[in-house]
């Protein structure tokens, strides 16, 4: 654990910046391979997150579980904090290494506001992850009637939900 990450931890902003200011990387990782970034997108510290950006952190950047700061915005559902690592070039579909992007993230933990964004910024609905479940098929499960809709109107294979629903394979 470094000074930075510990920073960021307790949301300090102040000791954020005097730490960036003088010299503290942004790209610091602690054995699980999570930097400061990823900790603002789990605990939503957005103003922590944008002054990380502005000194080089990388939205794009994935843990040793291979999950990126949009992927844990997306499933703790901070709006304004996935927004700002879009506009910020995040990758909407880049997945874990599950297979697992935000957008399934979001379908499955039924999310309206996230799904509706990342559907906004071009996420695939159709994408599956390695157990070959979709973003539909995630929020069917959970009985998320609105994700279903918002990922319907956006082109989702309606034919997977039959599937699961049915039982049958492929």
Do not use: W
Not at 26 to 45: F, M, T, W
């Amino acid at each position: 654990m470094t000074a930075l990450l510990l920073a960021t931890k307790i949301n300090s902003t102040p000791h954020i910046a005097a730490l960036l200011k003088a010299g503290s990387s942004p790209h610091e990782r602690n054995s699980r391979g999570v930097d400061a970034l990823q900790i603002c997108a789990h605990k939503n510290y957005l103003s922590a997150a944008l002054l990380l950006l502005q000194h080089g952190a990388s939205p794009n950047v994935r843990s040793l579980s291979g999950s990126s700061p949009l992927i844990q915005a997306a499933h703790f559902g901070h709006v304004t904090l996935l927004q700002l690592l879009l506009e910020q070039g995040a990758l909407h579909d880049e997945p874990n290494f599950k297979g697992t992007t935000a957008l399934m993230r979001a379908s499955q933990e039924g999310n309206s506001s996230i799904v509706a964004l990342l559907l906004a910024h071009g996420a695939c609905p159709n994408t599956k992850n390695k157990e070959q479940m979709s973003s539909l098929m995630l929020s069917a499960q959970r009985g998320h009637v609105d994700i279903v809709e918002l990922l319907l109107k956006a082109g989702a294979t309606a034919n997977d939900l039959t599937k699961q629903v049915s039982g049958g394979g492929g």
